[in-house]
C-alpha cells in the first residue's frame, strides 16, 4: 500500500472516529471540539488528495474547510453555547450505550452497502466511500438521538463533513469546491436561523410579561 | 470401542441395547468421580439418588432409541421427585420443562434425518440442559434438592443432555448437516453465557449463583459445540478441532468443580443453616478446609489462569478468533460480537466467582450462625478433596488431557485437526516461581519479618461498640450493594428493575397468558347460545364452500 | 546451540530490566507530571525509596481479616511479574514467546485484578468493598474490548501470540491502517483504565469515595504495601511493554543477533520516554470522569475494537 492510499485511509478514520465519539459525548463543548478536529482532519484529507491527484479545486476545498469549518463555525457555536449557558450536559433521547451501538450497526450497514456496489472500483474509493457514507449516517444518527437544537446542527455538519469527504476521494470531481461552498452557504443560513430561533425562544420564556400576570394572579 | 450388548429386557422382540463407544465414554467418565462425590456428600441411602444415577447411565449408554429415552425420562422423573423433596415450587416447573424436552426429543428420535430432528433435538436437549431462552427453570430448580444431588443435576444431567445434542447433531443427523445449525447454537450458548453470568453476579443466594453460572457453562459449551458444528459443515478442519476441544474440555472441567461447589454450598447451608450471602461472611476462620476448596473452585469458575477453567476458555476464545477470519462480512460482524460477549461473560464471571469467596468467605460474619460455622465434615470433605485433586491434571496439563480426547474428536468430526496448544500451565508457574523466590530473596535480605495483629484502619472510623463483636454487618459490602454498579448498568438494561429473568418475561408469562385466554375462549363456547353455535357451523360451511369454489376456479 | 544462549541471555535480560527499572518508569513519570503541572517533583529514584522503606516497616494485620490476608498481595504480584516477562520489550524471540499468547496475558491481568479486589473485600470495610466493587465494573467492559482488539491483530498478523503479533507488524508491510488506529485508541482506553490512570482513576488520589485501585489496598501495609505497590509499577511498565510493541514494534532486536540489541535497547528507552511523556501530559490536561461514566468510556473502546475489525474487512479485499 503507497503512502498516499495510506495516509488517506487514516484521515479518514480519524473523521470516522471524531463521528463517532461524538455519539459518546454529553457535552456539547467536547462535541463542538471533536467536531472542530474532525473538519480540520478533512482539511488535511482534501490538501492530501490534491495533492496525489494534482488538482487545483481540491486546495480550494481544503483552504475553505479550514478557513469556515474547522475556525469559524466551532468558533461561532462555542459563542453560542457561551450565550445560553449549555455547558451542562444535555439531554439525550436514547440512552449513550444504545446509541452507540446503533452507531456501530450503521457502520456494519454502510460497509455492507458499500462493499458489493464498488466491487470493481479501485481500493482507494471503497474504503473512503465506506467511511464517508458511515459519517453521513452516524450525524444523521446524532441528529435524531440528541434533544438539544445546537448538537442537531453539529450532527448536520459532520454529516455534511462526510459528504466532502467522499467527493474528495473521487478522482475527476471538478465541481468540489463549488459544491462544497454552496452547502456552506446552506449551512450558514441554517445555524443563523437555528440561532434567531432560540433567542427568539429564549425572549419567549424570559418575557417578564408573564411573571406580572402571575403576580397579579397570587394576589 | 464399539461394544454392544443386548438386554433381556424392554420392548418385546427388541430388548434393550448398550453401547460404548469413546464419546458415551467420555461423559460416563465425567459422570463418575461426580456420582462418587454425591454419594460421599450423603446422598448413598437414597434410593431415588440411584435411581437418577441409573437413568443417567442409561442414557450414555443407549445403543437404540428406546433406551436413550427410557433413561432420559428415568433421570427426569427421579431428579423431579429429588427437586421436590427439597422444594415443592419450582418442581412443578421442571416437570414442566422435562415434559417439554421429552416431547421434543420423542418424535425427533424417529424421524428421518433432516433439520427438523435437529431443531427439535437442539429444543429437548437445549431445555434440559438450561440453554438459553429455555434456561429460567434452571436457577430455581437446581438449588431446591440437597446438595449431593444439585451437585449431580448441575454437573451430570446437564452434561447427559449435551450428550444427546452431541450425539445426534454430530453422528446421527451428520449427513444432513447445514452451517445454520452451528450458527443457531452458537446465538443462543452466547446467550446463555451473557444472561447465566449477569445473574451469577447480581443473584444473592449462593447456590443459585452456582446455577445461574451452570447456565453460563452450558451456554460456553455450546458455543463450543455451535462453532465445530458450523465448521465442520464449511470444511475447515482447524477450526473444528479446536472449538470441539474447547467444548468437551469445558464439559470435563465443569463437570468436577461445579459439583465441588455445589457439595460446598451444602456444608455452607449445613453449618450456617442458610445460603444467602447477605448473611454469611468470614467462613474462612471457622471453615479453612471449605473455604481452601471454594476458592479453587471458584478460581475454575472464573477461569483463572493456573486453573482447570481457562484451558477451555483459551481454546474457546481462539476458536472464536479462527470463526471471525474465515466467511463474510456477516460472519465478521457477528462472530466479533461473539467474542465480545465472550469477554464480557468471562469478566462478569470473574466477578461473581470473587463476590462468592470475597463476601462469603472473606470480611467479617454478618450474622452469629456465620461466625459460629464449624469446618467440613468427613464425607462432604472427602468429596469435595476428591474433585479438587482430580482438577489438578486438568490445570496444569490440559494438553494431555487433549490428547485423550482425541478419539472422541475423531468420533466426531473425522477431518478435525486442531493445532497444538499454545497456552503452557507449566510454564508460568516455573515462571511464577521464579519470580517468588525474587521476592523471598529481597524479603529475606531487606525486608522486617513478622506480623502485627491491629484494629482495622478503615479510613479512621472508630472501633464498633462492645455489643457488636464483628462490628455493624452494615458497614461492609453487602452481596447485593456489590452487585449493584453492574445492576445500574447492565442489570437493568438486559433484566429490568425486577431482575426478572428475561426469558420469565417472554416466554412464561404470554403461555401463561395464553392459558387464561383459552380458558375464558372454552368458556364463551360452552356458554354460546344455539344460534351462535348454528351460526358458526354455517359460517364454516359457507367457508369451506368459498374455498372449494376458489380452489376449482383456479 | 549459540542462538538459544543468546535468546535465554536476552530474556534474563529483559526480565531483569523490566523488574529494576518498574520503579524507575514510574519515578518519571511522576516527575513530568509535576513539571507539566510547574513543580519541581520528587526525585527519579523516589519509587525505590518508597519500597525500601515499606519493606523496613511491621507488617500490621487487621483483626478482621482472615488468615488469606497476605496471599492476595502474593497473588496479584506473581501474576503481573509473570506477565511482565512474558510481554516482549526490546526484543522479539525471547524464550519466554511461545507461552505469551495475548489471551494468556488478559488472563494473567484479570487473575492479578481478581487478587486485588480479594483483598479489598478481605477485610470486610466499606472502602475495601466499594473499590472491589468498581474494580469488577470496570473489568467487564475493559475484558471485552481486549478480547474483540486481538481479533484484529491476529488477522492482521495470522498469529496470537504478542511476540508473533510484534514479529509479523515489524517485518510484513502493513501500513498505516485505520484498523489499527481504531485499535489503538481502544488499546489506550482499556490500558488508562487498567493501569488505574487519571480519567478513571487517580493514581495519586486519597479521597476515599473516588478511589479504586487505592481503596482497595487501604488496609495493606508494609511488606505486603511493597509488593502490591511494586506490582502496580510493573503493570504499568507491562501494559507500556504491550502497547509499545504491538503498535511501535519498529526497531525491535531480535534475541538471536546480538548486535542488533544495543539498538533494540536504546529503541525501548526511547519508546518508553515519548509514552511517559505522553501519559503525563494526558493526565494533567484531564479530569477524572464520574465512576459510572468509565463503563460509557470502555464501551466505546469496545465499539472501536469491534470496528477496527470490521474496517479490516474491507481493507482486507483490496488486496494490500
Redesign the interface.
Known amino acids: 500500500m503507497s503512502l498516499t492510499f495510506s495516509l488517506a485511509h487514516l484521515m479518514g478514520g480519524i473523521i470516522l472516529l471524531c463521528a463517532f465519539l461524538q455519539l459518546s459525548q454529553r457535552r456539547l463543548a467536547a462535541m463542538v471540539t471533536l467536531y472542530q478536529l474532525e473538519a480540520l482532519v478533512l482539511a488535511a484529507a482534501a490538501f492530501w488528495q490534491g495533492y496525489a491527484q494534482h488538482e487545483i479545486n481540491l486546495y480550494l476545498t481544503g483552504l475553505i474547510t479550514f478557513a469556515l469549518k474547522a475556525m469559524l463555525l466551532p468558533w461561532g457555536l462555542r459563542e453560542i453555547v457561551q450565550r445560553f449557558n449549555m455547558v451542562r450536559a444535555v439531554e439525550t433521547a436514547l440512552p449513550m450505550a444504545a446509541a452507540m451501538i446503533l452507531g456501530l450497526a450503521l457502520i456494519g450497514i454502510a460497509v455492507l452497502v458499500v462493499l458489493p456496489v464498488t466491487m470493481h472500483a479501485i481500493s482507494l474509493t471503497r474504503e473512503d466511500l465506506a467511511i464517508a457514507l458511515s459519517v453521513v449516517l452516524l450525524g444523521l444518527l446524532l441528529m435524531i438521538v440528541r434533544r438539544n437544537a445546537l448538537a442537531q446542527i453539529i450532527g448536520f455538519l459532520s454529516m455534511e463533513n462526510g459528504l466532502v469527504l467522499a467527493a474528495i476521494g473521487m478522482p475527476g470531481m471538478p465541481f468540489v469546491a463549488e459544491f462544497s461552498v454552496a452547502l456552506l452557504v446552506l449551512l450558514a443560513f441554517l445555524v443563523v436561523g437555528v440561532f434567531l430561533l432560540r433567542i427568539r425562544e429564549h425572549f419567549d420564556t424570559l418575557d417578564i410579561s408573564g411573571l406580572e400576570d402571575i403576580e397579579r394572579r397570587g394576589r | 470401542m464399539g461394544n454392544s450388548i443386548g438386554l433381556m429386557f424392554g420392548l418385546p422382540g427388541q430388548g434393550m441395547h448398550l453401547h460404548l463407544d469413546a464419546l458415551s465414554l467420555l461423559f460416563v467418565c465425567i459422570l463418575l468421580p461426580q456420582t462418587v462425590a454425591a454419594a460421599l456428600a450423603g446422598m448413598r441411602g437414597s434410593f431415588t439418588f440411584w435411581l437418577f444415577v441409573l437413568g443417567m447411565a442409561l442414557a450414555l449408554l443407549a445403543g437404540d432409541a428406546f433406551t436413550l429415552i427410557f433413561g432420559f425420562e428415568l433421570m427426569s422423573a427421579a431428579s423431579w421427585l429429588l427437586v421436590m423433596q427439597g422444594d415443592a415450587r419450582p418442581a412443578t416447573l421442571y416437570a414442566g420443562v422435562a415434559i417439554f424436552s421429552g416431547a421434543c426429543l420423542i418424535p425427533a428420535l424417529f424421524l428421518p434425518v433432516s433439520s427438523l430432528a435437529f431443531v427439535l433435538i437442539a429444543l429437548g436437549a437445549g431445555a434440559k440442559a438450561g440453554l438459553a431462552p429455555l434456561h429460567s427453570w434452571l436457577p430455581r430448580a437446581h438449588p431446591a434438592p440437597p446438595a449431593g444431588v444439585s451437585a449431580l443435576m448441575s454437573g451430570g444431567m446437564v452434561k447427559v443432555a449435551l450428550y444427546v445434542l452431541i450425539r445426534y447433531a454430530f453422528v446421527n443427523l451428520a449427513p444432513a448437516a447445514q452451517p445454520w445449525w452451528g450458527v443457531a447454537l452458537v446465538a443462543a450458548g452466547a446467550l446463555s453465557v451473557l444472561i447465566g453470568a449477569l445473574r451469577a ?1 447480581l443473584e444473592v443466594e449462593l447456590k443459585t449463583v452456582l446455577a445461574c453460572s451452570t447456565v453460563e457453562h452450558v451456554g460456553l459449551i455450546t458455543v463450543g459445540l455451535g462453532l465445530a458444528l458450523y465448521a465442520k459443515a464449511t470444511g475447515d478442519a482447524a477450526l473444528s478441532g479446536l472449538a470441539l476441544q474447547a467444548a468437551l474440555l469445558c464439559a470435563v472441567a465443569h463437570g468436577l468443580f461445579k459439583p465441588l461447589l455445589f457439595i460446598g454450598a451444602g456444608e455452607v447451608k449445613h453449618a450456617t443453616g442458610t445460603t444467602s450471602l447477605n448473611w454469611l ?2 467462613l ?2 471457622g471453615m ?1 478446609r471449605l ?1 481452601a476448596l471454594m ?1 479453587l473452585g471458584a478460581a475454575c469458575m ?5 486453573g482447570p477453567g ?1 484451558a477451555p ?2 481454546l474457546l ?2 476458536a472464536a ?1 479462527g470463526a ?2 474465515t466467511g463474510g ?2 460472519a ?2 457477528g ?3 461473539l ?6 461473560g ?3 464471571a ?2 461473581a ?3 462468592l ?3 462469603g ?4 460474619p454478618r450474622s452469629l450462625h456465620a461466625a459460629a460455622a464449624e469446618d467440613l465434615r468427613r464425607g462432604p470433605y472427602l468429596a469435595m478433596a476428591l474433585l479438587g485433586v482430580l482438577c489438578t491434571p486438568v490445570a496444569l496439563v490440559p494438553g494431555l488431557i487433549l490428547e485423550l480426547l482425541n478419539p472422541v474428536i475423531m468420533l466426531l468430526a473425522p477431518q478435525a485437526d486442531a493445532p497444538p496448544l ?3 500451565p507449566l ?2 508457574l516455573l ?2 516461581g521464579l ?2 523466590l ?2 523471598g530473596f ?2 529475606t535480605r ?3 519479618r ?10 479512621g ?1 472508630g472501633r464498633p461498640p462492645a455489643w457488636l463483636p ?2 455493624d454487618p452494615h ?3 453487602s452481596a447485593t ?6 445492576m ?3 442489570g437493568k ?1 438486559l433484566l429490568g428493575t425486577t431482575l426478572a429473568d428475561p426469558a420469565e418475561r417472554f416466554l412464561l408469562l404470554p403461555l401463561f397468558r395464553l392459558q387464561t385466554r383459552l380458558i375464558r375462549l372454552a368458556e364463551r363456547v360452552r356458554r354460546a347460545t344455539i344460534r351462535e353455535r348454528l351460526a358458526f357451523v354455517f359460517a364454516v360451511l359457507v367457508a369451506f364452500l368459498l374455498a372449494l369454489g376458489l380452489g376449482q376456479g383456479g | 546451540m549459540l542462538g538459544f544462549a543468546f535468546a535465554f541471555i536476552a530474556t534474563v535480560l529483559h526480565i531483569v530490566l523490566c523488574f529494576v527499572g518498574a520503579p524507575l518508569v514510574t519515578g518519571i513519570i511522576n516527575k513530568l507530571r509535576a513539571w507539566a503541572l510547574g513543580r519541581r517533583g520528587p526525585p527519579l529514584l523516589q519509587p525505590y525509596l518508597h519500597l525500601a522503606r515499606l519493606l523496613r516497616k511491621i507488617t500490621l494485620v487487621p483483626d478482621t481479616a482472615t488468615d488469606l490476608f497476605t496471599f492476595w498481595p502474593l497473588g496479584a504480584f506473581l501474576a503481573l511479574a509473570v506477565a511482565t516477562m512474558l510481554i516482549p520489550g526490546f526484543t522479539t524471540g525471547m524464550l519466554t514467546a511461545d507461552a505469551g499468547d495475548y489471551v494468556t496475558i488478559i488472563g494473567l491481568f484479570a487473575l492479578a485484578r481478581s487478587a486485588t479486589m480479594l483483598g479489598g473485600l478481605e477485610t470486610g470495610f466499606g472502602f475495601g468493598g466499594a473499590g472491589a466493587a468498581r474494580e469488577a465494573l470496570f473489568g467487564i467492559f475493559a475484558e471485552g474490548a481486549l478480547l474483540v482488539l486481538l481479533l484484529a491483530f491476529a488477522l492482521l498478523a495470522q498469529t496470537t501470540s504478542v511476540d508473533g503479533i510484534a514479529t509479523a507488524f515489524r517485518t510484513a508491510h502493513i501500513g498505516i491502517s485505520v484498523s489499527l488506529g481504531f485499535a489503538l485508541a481502544a488499546m489506550l482506553a482499556v490500558a488508562l483504565t487498567e493501569t488505574g490512570r487519571i480519567p478513571t482513576d487517580n493514581p495519586s488520589g486519597h479521597l476515599e469515595l473516588g478511589m479504586v485501585h487505592e481503596a482497595m489496598v487501604l488496609e495493606y501495609s508494609g511488606r505486603l504495601l511493597a509488593l502490591l505497590d511494586y506490582g502496580g509499577m510493573l503493570r504499568l511498565l507491562a501494559w507500556m511493554n504491550l502497547i509499545g510493541t504491538i503498535f511501535l514494534p519498529f526497531g525491535m532486536a531480535q534475541a538471536t543477533e546480538i548486535f542488533s540489541w544495543p539498538g533494540g535497547l536504546a529503541l525501548w528507552a526511547g519508546k518508553l520516554l515519548v509514552m511517559a511523556v505522553a501519559l503525563s501530559i494526558f493526565e494533567v490536561s484531564r479530569a477524572k470522569m464520574r465512576v459510572f461514566r468509565v463503563p460509557e468510556f470502555l464501551g466505546a473502546a469496545l465499539l472501536l475494537g469491534m470496528l477496527a475489525g470490521v474496517f479490516l474487512f474491507v481493507a482486507a479485499r483490496i488486496g494490500a
Do not use: C, D, K
Request: charged content about 10%; overall charge positive; proline content about 3%.
Open positions: 453476579v461472611g468470614g474462612m476462620r479453612p473455604g476458592l472464573a477461569a483463572l489462569p493456573l481457562f476458555a483459551f476464545f481462539h478468533i471471525a477470519a462480512i456477516l465478521r460482524i462472530f466479533s460480537g467474542l465480545a460477549v465472550l469477554g464480557i468471562g469478566a462478569l470473574l466477578a466467582a470473587v463476590r469467596i470475597g463476601l468467605f472473606l470480611g467479617r499454545s497456552y503452557a510454564t508460568l515462571l511464577a519470580a517468588a525474587a521476592a529481597v524479603q531487606w525486608g522486617t513478622g506480623l502485627r495483629e491491629v484494629a482495622a484502619w478503615n479510613g472510623f464483628f462490628g458497614t461492609q459490602a450493594g456489590f452487585a449493584e454498579p453492574v445500574r448498568l447492565l438494561g
